[in-house]
């Protein structure tokens, strides 16, 4: 009778105690699968309990089941064979994901499980998939964001910002991200710079720069040149720095939200100029002429002519970056008495 009681727990013990063993031999592949398989049988009898008791080995065998994938698709890359393991981990979470998206004590778990489903979709590059999961928990009644716990809820935000990011979509991107970093643990120094790495390009995108003091309290350098040059104006700084750091802002994905800094770096420069005719002659400080544009480039060996840069400072006026229009017989930009160089205050350009 004893034996009958528990013998539905020999399919979880026996390909557990396998998986281990061949983890021990160095046999990831063997050691996935028989995990994996633990991992099902477990979930079988998950389905079955009415209470949450085995919530905490439910998220184990979640972020085991993803570490374990990634470990068993890199051996089956360095023999030549096709890494498909992680993609199967991602099903099985998915399913797993489905036992807990009902009502009931169980629900509260599913936010881990779709923090571990974001990181297999963000390393196949498959974040396309993000969205069906995201819908379920921000749609679906059953779910209450609040009572989720705060770890998976700042693991959430974080991913769910970086999706906002790669989609342009900067005011939903400061939000999450910012709830991300506000809520993060303090002593987490490594999970606040992983904030800061996708928070700084959106703060900058909207008109927000940060302190020096924070980009060298979290080795965030790599921003520090592209800071300078939206206070000096400067875009040959601007460049350099994004030439500079290349590889790593592409590795990020945020090396187009940096490129588009440009036309803030150019109000800048056009601001400067601005700023200087004001000291030398009030009265005509808001007439400036292309040609003085094109000057300032070229001390700062940027090769442009008068039609280019007219055609930059369309995009400005377009972009309600400079207030003005053009006197363009006389090849002359009249700007605005009165404000003539909107903030952005907290919204993307051109918005």
């Known amino acids: 009778m004893q034996s009958e009681k528990y013998s539905q727990y020999v399919d979880i013990m026996v390909p557990l105690f396998r998986a281990l063993q061949n983890y021990r031999l160095g046999n990831l592949v063997d050691s996935y699968q028989a995990f994996e398989k633990s991992a099902n049988a477990f979930i079988q009898e998950f ?20 570490v374990l994938a990634e470990r068993a698709d890199r051996e089956l890359g360095a023999i030549g064979k096709n890494p498909e393991k992680l993609k199967g ?7 797993v994901f489905g036992v807990l998206a009902g009502k009931g004590p169980k629900r509260v778990g599913a936010l881990y499980v779709t923090c571990q489903l974001f990181k297999i979709y963000f390393k196949l590059g498959t974040v396309h998939l993000c969205r069906s999961v995201i819908r379920s928990i921000e749609t679906a009644r059953i779910f209450d ?3 989720f716990p705060i770890r998976d809820k700042v693991t959430y935000m974080y991913y769910t910002g970086r999706l906002e990011v790669f989609n342009e979509n900067f005011p939903a991107a400061d939000h999450k991200l910012s709830y991300a970093l506000t809520h993060c643990n303090s002593r987490s120094e490594a999970n606040i710079r992983m904030i ?19 980009l060298e309290k979290y080795n965030l350098t790599e921003y520090s040149n592209i800071v300078l040059a939206l206070k000096r104006g400067d875009l040959r700084l601007l460049r350099h720095a994004l030439r500079e750091h290349e590889d790593r802002f592409l590795r990020s994905g945020v090396y187009l939200v940096l490129e588009k800094l440009e036309l803030q770096v150019y ?22 002429k292309l040609e003085v544009i094109v000057k300032a480039l070229k001390w700062l060996e940027m090769d442009m002519d008068v039609d280019e840069v007219e055609c930059i400072m369309s995009i400005l006026i377009y972009k309600n ?16 008495k009165q404000d003539p160089f909107p903030k952005l205050n907290g919204k993307p350009v051109g918005s």
Request: proline letters at 3%.
């Open 47 to 66: 389905r079955n309990w009415d209470s949450a008791w085995a919530l905490d080995a439910l998220h184990v065998v979640a972020y085991e089941i993803r």
């Open 89 to 95: 981990a991602g099903s099985f979470l998915m399913k």
């Open 145 to 147: 964001f609040e009572e």
């Open 196 to 214: 800061l790495k996708y928070l700084i390009p959106v703060k900058l995108s909207i008109g927000m720069i940060p302190k020096n003091s924070l």
């Open 267 to 288: 109000q800048r420069l056009v601001k400067k100029i601005y700023i200087i005719q004001k000291q030398k002659d009030p009265n005509k400080a808001h007439q400036i």
């Open 321 to 336: 970056l400079v207030k003005g229009y053009f006197a363009h017989k006389s090849k002359v930009a009249v700007l605005s």
